[in-house]
């Protein structure tokens, strides 16, 4: 990746993102079903949260923190 | 909601931390203890950015352990069977620790929350130093950007994430603000952004990468 599409990536957004919010309130039912493998599944079902955690730094954190530990991962 | 709509594993808990006595007991200890080991995987996780170590470590996990403990006690009559329950107790920590490593890093800024590091930026996106010629009109144009187009509290919200790799987290520690509405803040500064290098030609409004 080049800083042309780093840059394109990181001011490009998405009008489907549904905020930290939103997207956090039923954060743990979307890990849920990502965590039983069903990510296309989740990304279908709920696609402003999925464009939200791609987006967001510290929500992405929280959701790759949150799959870690229901995956056992952080034992 | 009714505990029967629940799994098995998720009633059990609920019933027991509904309960009383001995068996209610047992699962606040429990709980405590899946929430703690979950604390300090988060921590150990995020920690190398932080650059958290030792006993500090320990104690941010214990307390995002006890407060999580609280929350979830407290708002088990919230649990809608959505998920698994130990999914969504497990959510509260997480959360805990998000804030916690934030305010850490308030305490122990590594760079001025003001200051204006504008030569980072093409470290910060990957241009590469021998090819200078190409960027330096789009980083010009988008530092002028950022001066024009963004109102005072977009454009100190932009400097300090995207300029000082301040976390989100750490800018919600001030009053009156939360992780949403700076991330709002940030994401119609974003929108602006774009724009104006799209109307003056320097980024192709309708292709998402430029070779």
Known sequence: MNGWSALDRFLRTDPRDVGCAQALDMLHVYVDLVATGAQAEAEQRYPGIAAHLRACGPCGQDFEGLLAAVCGETD | ?211
């Open chain 2, 1 to 211: 909601m009714s505990a029967a709509r629940l799994d098995p594993e998720s009633a059990e808990w609920v019933q027991a931390l509904t309960g009383n006595g001995l068996r209610r007991d047992a699962a606040v200890t429990r709980l405590h203890e899946l929430l703690v080991r979950i604390a300090r995987g988060e921590v150990r996780r995020r920690g190398p950015r932080l650059q958290i170590t030792g006993p500090e470590l320990e104690d941010l996990a214990y307390q995002a352990a006890a407060d999580a403990l609280l929350a979830v006690t407290s708002k088990i009559g919230k649990f809608r069977g959505e998920s698994r329950f130990t999914t969504w107790a497990c959510k509260f920590v997480i959360f805990e620790v998000s804030a916690k490593t934030g305010r850490h890093f308030w305490r122990n800024p590594s760079v001025p929350m003001d200051a204006e590091n504008w030569d980072r930026l093409p470290d910060r996106f990957g241009f590469d130093p021998a090819l200078e010629a190409e960027w330096r009109d789009l980083l010009a144009a988008l530092h002028r950007a950022v001066d024009e187009e963004l109102t005072p509290r977009q454009r100190a919200i932009f400097v300090a994430i995207v300029l000082n790799d301040v976390p989100l987290d750490t800018l919600v520690i001030e009053p009156s603000s939360n992780r949403n509405a700076i991330y709002k803040m940030l994401f119609d500064a974003r929108r602006k952004l774009r724009a104006a290098l799209a109307a003056n030609g320097y980024i192709d409004p309708d292709k998402s990468r430029r070779s």
